[in-house]
């Protein structure tokens, strides 16, 4: 059974940092893309990065190309987002997930002064 939990999310300020993390179980974690998604209170559900089964290949939304980076550790099947330079609009649970039905229960990451 796929599970994915999602952690590192809290409060930051207007150009701060936080890194979050994917723990990733019940499947073959190297052999798939993995990618995070956020919602928005009010929002859809909104892609925002993914990156290969091998790490070689990363995509972003324009809206965090620059700040955010996705990377992965296959020997601990996990996924991570690197996120700088945090801005009010990236506020939002965010989630993982090789899809977006599987994703977990999210993390909340609120950008605040």
């Known amino acids: 059974q796929v599970h994915n939990v999602e952690s590192g999310g809290g409060l930051v300020q207007p150009g701060g940092s936080l890194r979050l993390s994917c723990a990733a179980s019940?499947?073959?974690?190297?052999?798939?893309?993995m990618q995070w998604f956020r919602q928005a209170p009010g929002k859809a559900l909104e892609w925002v990065a993914s990156?290969?089964?091998?790490?070689?290949?990363?995509r972003y939304a324009d809206s965090v190309k620059g700040r955010f980076t996705i990377s992965r550790d296959n020997t601990r099947n996990t996924l991570y987002l690197q996120m700088n330079d945090l801005k009010s609009e990236d506020t939002a649970v965010y989630y993982c997930g090789k899809i977006r039905d599987e994703r977990g229960q999210g993390t909340q990451v609120t950008v605040s002064s």
């Open positions: 019940g499947f073959a974690f190297s052999n798939y893309l």
């Open positions: 990156i290969s089964s091998n790490g070689g290949e990363a």
